[in-house]
């Protein structure tokens, strides 16, 4: 179907140029789904979009790159147009941003079959809402007439994969279709992608840095790092006896479901055969937990909820309310690791910002070292505030784009009136800084002059910054790379043992929710599904939700 022959891809600016692919060849064969896996920056998207010839103007491609005996390297923009999004489509990595945000969801998917097809209007919407019908969208009439803002992120992907199979494409490259999704939804947007791929023949080529999402799904697999190709094989072969240190950096990164390491290996870790495997044992873990649960809680929340009123107006009917928590009690205690995890809308970050005060409590007390935040004056407020801090999940938007790191992790040390100077605050982020694993330079640089990861760990600087006792960490791993992942979860725990901090760990992803808790809240529709020891719920789930999470996660082969 394709072959890429010794593909190098280059940027060149302010005279200098950048290879960032080298010298790679692959095949797809028909009705085969291949995954290429590597991190951030090892050119997987960089290789699709040389593909599809989207790359910008100051590229340099190499090589050749065949599809049905045509090089693409060598066509013009105008025979492009006819093949792509006809007979080779792509699902890009960010629906939101992929959707026009100012069109419908059925008009966008109209277009692409006007632009390819000569078809009436009322032919082509029929097509539309038979094309959502098929990628299990529900409401796909009434979907076809509402705009991306209205519909979730899982709904939107749906919408991206009605667009790609819209022409019947040979050949189908989805990047990253599931980074960041629930892992529900990213089950469903796996099994809908082989489902379509075994009706329509086509091929797939399948991008995430997800190594064990790629066996759910692929037969062969493509291993890039640093803009080569490291290893490739059959995706049993190759997670059975990886040969490579980076394969087997990707397979070992994540958390173990059986066995809880003290510390996650890295990339670094196996590519300088430096790997510590020592394990947090059941023993250890339970001396901890003796230790931790005999003391007085230093949160409890009790009967908690928080109620959204939406106005009615002409287009949407009457006033509605949302429970996004509905009474919601738990106890937390100092140095204990509380996970709380659920689907998209579950309440979890409601919850979260609820604590915080950035959200008022319908009903319910929040009690704080015995203390009731709900009634607190404003002096203690910002005491509290400075307590109990929130790591966020997009680092890049909770930094101000204008102000260097160093000032941006100062500026509230200032407001709370942590250390006597702008001297002693200064040589204090430093510090933070290298605890942090970043340089004293990073002082002086912008957020967009940092890696996904380099900012995540800037965010987890500012927190600490005000030596808070309580740590929220939102969804902080989700959009992560798996080693760059384990490193920020490495980091974490650290940071828990040498200042004591008690976390509240947000996410969907269990796999990672359970390695870092002692406890778990499963949500699901602002009320609590189930709460326990986290492995006790892991083995043991009482729910068919719980059930339904675990059994979402990737497993690998």
Same mark, same amino acid.
């Given at each position: 179907?394709?072959?890429?022959?010794?593909?190098?891809?280059?940027?060149?600016?302010?005279?200098?140029?950048?290879?960032?692919? =080298?010298?790679?060849?692959?095949?797809?064969?028909?009705?085969?789904?291949?995954?290429?896996?590597?991190?951030?920056?090892?050119?997987?998207?960089?290789?699709?979009?040389?593909?599809?010839?989207? +790359?910008?103007?100051?590229?340099?491609?190499?090589?050749?790159?065949?599809?049905?005996?045509?090089?693409? @390297?060598?066509?013009?923009?105008?025979?492009?147009?006819?093949?792509?999004?006809?007979?080779?489509?792509?699902?890009?990595?960010?629906?939101?941003?992929?959707?026009?945000?100012?069109? @419908?969801?059925?008009?966008?998917?109209?277009?692409?079959?006007?632009? =390819?097809? !000569?078809?009436?209007?009322?032919?082509?919407?029929?097509?539309?809402?038979?094309?959502?019908?098929?990628?299990?969208? #529900? &409401?796909?009439?009434?979907?076809?007439?509402?705009?991306? =803002?209205?519909?979730?992120?899982?709904?939107?992907? &749906?919408? /991206?994969?009605?667009?790609?199979?819209?022409?019947?494409?040979?050949?189908?490259?989805?990047?990253?279709?599931?980074?960041?999704?629930?892992?529900?939804?990213?089950?469903?947007?796996?099994?809908?992608?082989?489902? +379509?791929?075994?009706?329509?023949? /086509?091929?797939?080529?399948?991008?995430? =840095?997800?190594?064990?999402?790629?066996?759910?799904?692929?037969?062969?697999?493509?291993?890039?790092?640093?803009?080569?190709?490291?290893?490739?094989?059959?995706?049993?072969?190759?997670?059975?006896?990886?040969?490579?240190?980076?394969?087997?950096?990707?397979?070992?990164?994540?958390?173990?479901?059986?066995?809880?390491?003290?510390?996650?290996?890295?990339v670094q870790n196996f590519m300088e055969e430096e790997i510590n495997n020592e394990v947090y044992t059941t023993k250890q873990r339970a001396e901890f937990h003796k230790k931790i649960y005999?003391?007085?809680?230093?949160?409890?929340? &009790?009967?908690?909820?928080?109620?959204?009123?939406?106005?009615?107006?002409?287009?949407?009917? !009457?006033?509605?309310?949302?429970?996004?928590?509905?009474?919601?009690?738990?106890?937390?205690?100092?140095?204990?690791?509380?996970?709380?995890?659920?689907?998209?809308?579950?309440?979890?970050?409601?919850?979260?910002?609820?604590?915080?005060?950035?959200?008022?409590?319908?009903?319910?007390?929040?009690?704080?070292?015995?203390?009731?935040?709900?009634?607190?004056?404003?002096?203690? +407020?910002?005491?509290?505030?400075?307590?109990?801090?929130?790591?966020?999940?997009?680092?890049?938007?909770?930094?101000? #784009?204008?102000?260097?790191?160093?000032?941006?992790?100062?500026?509230?040390?200032?407001?709370?009136?942590? +250390?006597?100077?702008?001297?002693?605050?200064?040589?204090?982020?430093?510090?933070?800084?290298?605890?942090?694993?970043?340089? #004293?330079?990073?002082?002086?640089?912008?957020?967009?002059?940092?890696?996904?990861?380099?900012?995540?760990?800037?965010?987890?600087?500012?927190?600490?910054?005000?030596?808070?006792?309580?740590?929220?960490?939102?969804?902080?791993?989700?959009?992560?790379?798996?080693?760059?992942?384990?490193?920020?979860?490495?980091?974490?725990?650290?940071?828990?043992?040498?200042?004591?901090?008690?976390?509240?760990?947000?996410?969907h992803d269990l796999a990672v929710v359970k390695y870092m808790s002692d406890q778990l809240v499963v949500m699901n529709k602002g009320k609590i599904e189930e709460i326990g020891d986290a492995?006790?719920?892991?083995?043991?789930?009482? @729910?068919?939700?719980?059930?339904?999470?675990?059994?979402?996660?990737?497993?690998?082969?």
């Amino acid at each position: 179907m394709l072959s890429v022959q010794n593909l190098s891809i280059s940027f060149q600016s302010n005279n200098e140029i950048n290879t960032v692919v =080298h010298n790679i060849s692959f095949n797809l064969l028909p009705q085969q789904i291949l995954g290429i896996v590597g991190e951030s920056g090892s050119g997987k998207s960089v290789t699709s979009l040389a593909i599809l010839g989207l +790359l910008s103007n100051n590229a340099k491609v190499d090589g050749a790159v065949l599809f049905n005996d045509i090089d693409l @390297t060598k066509i013009s923009e105008k025979d492009f147009q006819k093949i792509r999004g006809n007979q080779i489509s792509m699902i890009f990595q960010e629906p939101m941003s992929s959707l026009n945000p100012t069109l @419908t969801c059925g008009f966008q998917v109209l277009e692409i079959l006007k632009q =390819h097809k !000569k078809i009436s209007n009322s032919d082509a919407k029929k097509e539309v809402i038979e094309l959502f019908n098929k990628v299990k969208l #529900p &409401r796909a009439a009434e979907i076809y007439n509402q705009y991306p =803002h209205q519909i979730s992120g899982g709904q939107k992907q &749906r919408v /991206m994969i009605a667009m790609a199979i819209a022409c019947k494409p040979q050949i189908l490259i989805a990047d990253e279709p599931t980074t960041a999704l629930d892992v529900t939804v990213q089950k469903e947007i796996i099994e809908l992608l082989k489902e +379509l791929q075994q009706e329509t023949g /086509m091929s797939i080529i399948f991008i995430t =840095h997800d190594l064990s999402l790629v066996s759910e799904i692929a037969n062969t697999v493509l291993v890039m790092y640093q803009g080569n190709v490291v290893e490739q094989g059959e995706v049993k072969q190759v997670f059975k006896s990886p040969k490579h240190n980076y394969t087997k950096a990707l397979i070992n990164s994540k958390p173990n479901l059986n066995e809880r390491l003290k510390k996650l290996p890295t990339v670094q870790n196996f590519m300088e055969e430096e790997i510590n495997n020592e394990v947090y044992t059941t023993k250890q873990r339970a001396e901890f937990h003796k230790k931790i649960y005999d003391k007085l809680p230093l949160l409890e929340v &009790r009967n908690l909820a928080t109620y959204f009123n939406s106005e009615g107006s002409f287009f949407f009917g !009457k006033k509605s309310t949302v429970k996004a928590v509905d009474n919601v009690s738990f106890k937390l205690f100092e140095g204990e690791t509380l996970g709380l995890v659920g689907e998209s809308g579950c309440g979890k970050t409601t919850l979260g910002r609820t604590i915080l005060h950035l959200e008022k409590a319908t009903k319910g007390e929040i009690f704080y070292n015995q203390k009731d935040v709900t009634i607190l004056s404003k002096k203690e +407020l910002k005491k509290f505030r400075k307590e109990v801090q929130i790591i966020f999940q997009d680092p890049f938007s909770s930094l101000n #784009p204008r102000i260097p790191v160093g000032k941006a992790i100062m500026e509230p040390m200032k407001i709370h009136g942590i +250390l006597n100077s702008s001297k002693e605050r200064k040589q204090y982020v430093f510090d933070l800084l290298e605890k942090v694993s970043l340089e #004293p330079e990073h002082f002086y640089r912008y957020p967009h002059e940092f890696s996904g990861g380099q900012r995540q760990r800037i965010g987890i600087a500012r927190t600490i910054a005000l030596k808070p006792k309580l740590i929220i960490c939102d969804e902080s791993v989700s959009a992560l790379d798996v080693s760059v992942q384990a490193q920020v979860l490495n980091l974490l725990n650290e940071l828990k043992q040498d200042f004591g901090f008690t976390y509240i760990f947000i996410s969907h992803d269990l796999a990672v929710v359970k390695y870092m808790s002692d406890q778990l809240v499963v949500m699901n529709k602002g009320k609590i599904e189930e709460i326990g020891d986290a492995d006790l719920i892991y083995k043991t789930p009482k @729910t068919n939700y719980t059930q339904k999470l675990i059994d979402a996660i990737p497993k690998g082969i």
